[in-house]
């Protein structure tokens, strides 16, 4: 009998040294996950996990087992962490790594009573703060299913082809995201869910994230201009949401500071500006000349072929005599984008740095300077993807971006999922590559 007992009292003991909860964890961007965090007393270890199986669904069994078996990922959830702990007193430590399907972390994080802080760590020491409180199950986060058929409305309202709706890619995207859409369960797995099945497409139609609070990037004047070396120039387009005067004023401390070499880092760069993109070329060149234009839903919708030249100043706007309120742009017809010189003018060489992330503005930009022999383009071939984009807000928290208009350069040609090949190609450090020609 004594034995029974205490074989009964191992099992419990045993039981008990595991406990499961769940944890509302949110990053400095406001976005939020959901997590399940095991404790195993017993070797005072943990494991933290997203929703079981996120990652397996959305790349489908298949793919999901050839790339565990090829060591590209290592587990079927989208985030997996694990590690040891420590006690003291109301507080449970937490030190251990945290794997995402593209990138790894340290963690660092603390629990007590019903609130969780931490910090992740990168591999060049970046951090991301981490806050949170426990909630009572993993059931997800918000309503997410609603939240994806507005997007899908929108999309299907404001994206630059009239044609996508009714396209067999765009419906299987929709089945693909509607098989999953009931068992999201957080802000990351949501951006995961529309990314990684977006991969089939074209060009991804949406791109839906919390709104971040503390984000200005619409508003932002980013145009400082950094000497890299001797009389080399450096500028970093991303961001750029500068008026005229800004970029006459740029020109002018050029032109005073006689730098000789001009360089645009656009790796990456996605949130350029069109006008800001039509006043920089202006001081580059001495000659009148037309970039192409960008049609939007209008044009499409109205089933009218690309334009020619010709008819560019009379059918199209041109950006620069337009406010370009935010939310209105897609209710014309497309853009004439064109050259007009401006004083001071620079004279010196002009590099372009690109990568697969150079896209919108930035992409067109490339595109120009390349086919009018401007710049010399160097890096990777660019996303594919040079258009003009809205964010819209959804439900005050979320915003959706939708590319409403496709560029096409002055003899119609897109460049939808073709990209720009650079003049000099180079996988490395670009940078590096142009300040050693």
């Known amino acids: 009998m004594v034995k029974i007992l205490t074989f009964l009292s191992a099992i419990i003991l045993s039981t ?11 990053n400095e961007r406001g976005e939020e996950l959901l997590l399940t965090i095991n404790i195993h007393d017993k070797n005072q270890t943990f494991e933290t996990y997203t929703r079981k199986d996120a990652l397996k669904e959305m790349a489908g069994s298949f793919m999901y087992m050839m790339a565990k078996t090829a060591g590209k990922i290592r587990f079927p ?95 299987n995207y929709k089945n693909d995201v509607d098989n999953l859409k009931m068992k999201i369960a957080d802000d990351y797995e949501l951006a995961m869910t529309t990314m990684w099945l977006g991969k089939k497409l074209v060009q991804v139609p949406h791109e839906i994230k919390k709104i971040n609070k503390t984000d200005n990037n619409l508003t932002r004047k980013n145009i400082g201009l950094a000497r890299v070396s001797g009389n080399k120039a450096l500028i970093f387009l991303n961001n750029i949401q500068a008026g005229k005067s800004d970029i006459d004023q740029l020109f002018k401390e050029m032109t005073d500071k006689h730098f000789d070499t001009l360089i645009f ?28 234009v960008f049609l939007t839903r209008k044009w499409s919708e109205a089933g009218l072929n690309i334009p ?36 001071p003018l620079f004279k010196g060489k002009v590099y372009m740095l690109v990568n697969k992330g150079t896209s919108n503005v930035a992409e067109a930009l490339a595109i120009y300077l390349k086919n009018e022999k401007i710049a010399t383009i160097v890096g990777q071939k660019t996303a594919g993807s040079p258009t003009l984009t809205e964010v819209l807000e959804i439900d005050k928290q979320y915003r959706i971006t939708i590319p409403f208009a496709q560029f096409y350069d002055k003899n119609g040609k897109s460049y939808q999922g073709i990209g720009v090949i650079p003049d000099l190609t180079t996988e490395l450090d670009p940078l590096g590559y142009v300040l050693k020609l």
């Open 16 to 26: 008990n040294s595991f406990a499961q909860t769940y944890w509302r964890i949110e």
């Open 77 to 171: 959830e989208l985030m997996h962490g694990e590690g040891k702990i420590s006690f003291d007193r109301d507080t449970t430590r937490y030190i251990g790594i945290i794997d995402y399907p593209d990138k790894q972390f340290s963690l660092n994080a603390k629990i007590w009573k019903n609130n969780f802080y931490g910090l992740l760590t990168d591999n060049k020491n970046r951090t991301t703060v981490l806050t949170g409180e426990k909630v009572s199950s993993d059931k997800p986060l918000r309503d997410y299913p609603s939240l994806i058929n507005r997007a899908f409305s929108l999309v299907e309202k404001y994206y630059w082809d009239a044609k996508l709706s009714k396209s067999s890619e765009w419906q």
């Open 265 to 292: 880092e656009a790796s990456g760069s996605k949130n350029l500006s069109l006008t800001s993109a039509l006043l920089l070329v202006n001081h580059l060149t001495s000659h009148e000349s037309n970039w192409g």
């Open 308 to 343: 020619l030249p010709s008819m560019y100043e009379t059918t199209l706007k041109d950006p620069l005599a337009l406010p370009m309120q935010p939310n209105s742009d897609y209710s014309e017809k497309g853009f004439y984008l064109k050259t007009i010189p401006a004083l």
